[in-house]
Structure formats: structure tokens, C-alpha cells
């Protein structure tokens, strides 16, 4: 199909929904733009190269879903479409976002994940009733400063790029409940990381984090701590403050030894320390009676407590 539209579209078209998924379709024509009523737009998995100018006339259009085509470029008219509130343009082969995005002030959710990206728009922080950003799988080396700015942020998943650093204005994303930044180049974090009061998971794997600041302690509502595969030597006391742990993954790291305050986690379930130089475990750890799984294979030269036996039958899963 190149381009000619299903008879079922006036039906669609009622409901306001207009779903050409999966279709194989390799342009659009210009008269799907008088379809002013529609509301959502869904040409995922298709191999579009371009869309008409016309699609800047859906004035109601809220929903615009370009998963997984071939698009380098959007047409101007796409940034007078002020009612959208979700726009995914995952999996394409987009560089480069003009300024323009910053005019769709209603955005909720934005996906720009698996694209080449090497920078965001400065006006990505006009979008201040955003959500979740999505911005995994680009080339991104660093992060506009006004994307800090955006305060209603629940989720921001920068995975799988170039960053070497967060600034300190990551901890003004005070609603913010998930960040991911796993498969970076980062080599530290910022103090102000502990100011996410509401932030749940925290993923950081496969950096090149060889600390942590003793600030993390102020995640009071952090229920997983992903650090596997970072230089990690040692940990902050201030970890055992993560009431509310039940996941952490210290995995491939190079831990010598681990904080006795790591036995205050009294929530927590899974704690993985494979691949490690560790040598001794605090007693603490013993006594976590929530603790479900703990694993320590591939530490060397552990020594293992008698308390580990006494996790095992009380039915904790322990691999050694």
C-alpha cells in the first residue's frame, strides 16, 4: 500500500480514532488532513519517509503515534498541533528536533527513544505539563538546562546514550518517580540526586560510577537501586537510611566490603552482590527478615557467615 487509505476509515473516522498500524504504507496523502475531527492518529510500523503538510490542519488531534517508520524529518505544520498530549516518534531515524517542539505546551508524554540524536531542543522545556520523557537510545552527550525546569516529571528514561555527567539542577525534578540512565559514561553523581524525595527507582547500570554520595540517603521513597556494572569500590553508611528498599543490585562492581548500615534495610527482598571482591558481610544482613534472595557467587575470597545457614531455613534463597 502506497498510500491509499482503507475503506474503513469514514468509520474510523466517527470515532474519532483513525488506527493504520502495521500497514505497510509507504506515503500518506495530503487529504488525510481534512479529517479535522480526528483525535488520534496511529501510523506505527509502517515505512513513511515523510508525512503531508496537511496533518498540521487536525487542530484536534491529541494522540499522534510515528513508531517505527523511516522519518528524518516532520513537516512545520506538526508544531501547530497545540492539542497534542502524546507524540511517540520512537524508532525512527530522526538527528535532529527543531525548536518548534516547544509550541506543543499540552504534551503529556513525549517519546523520542532509538533515534540519532545527538542534542535536545532548548524549547523541550516549554513543556511543562510533561510526564514521561523518553529519550533512550540516541547520542546524546549532554541535556539542555532547561529540560531541569521540567517539574511535573514522573519518568525520564535517558538510557543508552553518551552522558558523563548530571548538573546539579537534576534535583529540581522534585515529582519525579523513575529515572533511568542506565548504559552511560557517568562517572559521578550530584548531591542534589537526593533531593527526588519521591523518586521509587533509581537505574544506574553499566556506568562508570566508582562512589556514590552520601545524599542518596534522602531517597526516603527509593524502592530500587540498580548499580550493576559500575568500578563501585565502597558504599555511603547512608545507604542503610533507604527505608523503603527492597531491590538492590550491586552486581560486577569491585566492593571490597560493604557498609554495616545495610542492615537497617529492613524492607528489603532482593540483594544481589555477585562478581565482587568482597571478603567479609556485616552481620546486619543476617537479620533483614524480609530479605528473599541473596546472592554471592563469583566473591572469591568470601568468607561465609554461620547466619547464612540460618537465612536458608528460614526459607531466603541464597546462591553462593
Not at 498500524?21 to 488525510?32: D, K
Not at 506538526?78 to 518548534?100: C, H, Y
Not at 525546569?149 to 543508552?160: A, F, H, S, V
Amino acid at each position: 500500500m502506497t498510500g491509499n487509505l482503507p475503506r474503513s476509515v469514514d468509520d474510523l473516522r466517527r470515532e474519532g480514532v483513525l488506527d493504520l498500524a502495521g500497514g505497510q504504507l509507504t506515503t500518506i496523502p495530503e487529504s488525510l488532513g481534512h479529517m479535522a475531527l480526528l483525535e488520534e492518529l496511529d501510523l506505527d510500523r509502517n515505512q513513511l519517509v515523510s508525512l503531508p503538510a496537511s496533518i498540521g490542519q487536525m487542530a484536534n488531534l491529541k494522540s499522534l503515534s510515528l513508531y517505527n517508520n523511516r522519518l528524518a524529518s516532520l513537516p512545520d505544520s506538526v508544531w501547530r498541533l497545540t492539542d497534542l498530549q502524546i507524540l511517540n516518534l520512537a524508532e525512527n531515524r530522526f538527528s535532529f528536533l527543531p525548536e518548534g517542539i516547544g509550541n506543543l505546551t499540552e504534551l503529556r508524554m513525549l517519546d523520542l527513544g532509538h533515534n540519532e540524536l545527538a542534542f535536545l531542543p532548548e524549547a523541550i522545556g516549554n513543556l511543562q505539563n510533561l510526564s514521561f520523557l523518553y529519550a533512550s537510545n540516541n547520542r546524546l552527550t549532554s541535556l539542555p538546562g532547561s529540560l531541569w525546569d521540567l517539574d511535573g516529571l514522573l519518568y525520564l528514561n535517558i538510557t543508552d546514550n553518551q552522558l558523563s555527567s548530571l548538573p546539579d539542577a537534576v534535583g529540581n525534578l522534585a515529582r519525579l518517580i523513575e529515572l533511568r540512565l542506565y548504559n552511560n559514561q557517568l562517572s559521578s553523581l550530584p548531591d542534589s540526586l537526593g533531593r527526588l524525595s519521591k523518586l521509587r527507582e533509581l537505574h544506574l547500570m553499566d556506568n562508570k560510577l566508582m562512589s556514590l554520595p552520601e545524599a542518596l540517603g534522602g531517597l526516603k521513597n527509593l524502592r530500587k537501586l540498580i548499580l550493576q556494572g559500575n568500578q563501585l569500590t565502597s558504599l555511603p553508611e547512608s545507604l542503610g537510611e533507604l527505608a523503603n528498599l527492597t531491590d538492590l543490585d550491586l552486581r560486577n562492581n569491585s566492593l571490597e566490603a560493604l557498609p554495616d548500615s545495610l542492615g537497617k534495610l529492613a524492607h528489603l527482598r532482593h540483594l544481589d552482590l555477585r562478581a565482587n571482591k568482597l571478603v567479609n558481610l556485616p552481620c546486619g544482613l543476617g537479620e533483614l527478615t524480609n530479605l528473599e534472595k541473596l546472592d554471592l557467587r563469583w566473591n572469591k575470597r568470601l568468607i561465609l557467615p554461620d547466619w547464612v545457614r540460618l537465612l536458608e531455613e528460614r526459607g531466603c534463597t541464597v546462591f553462593v
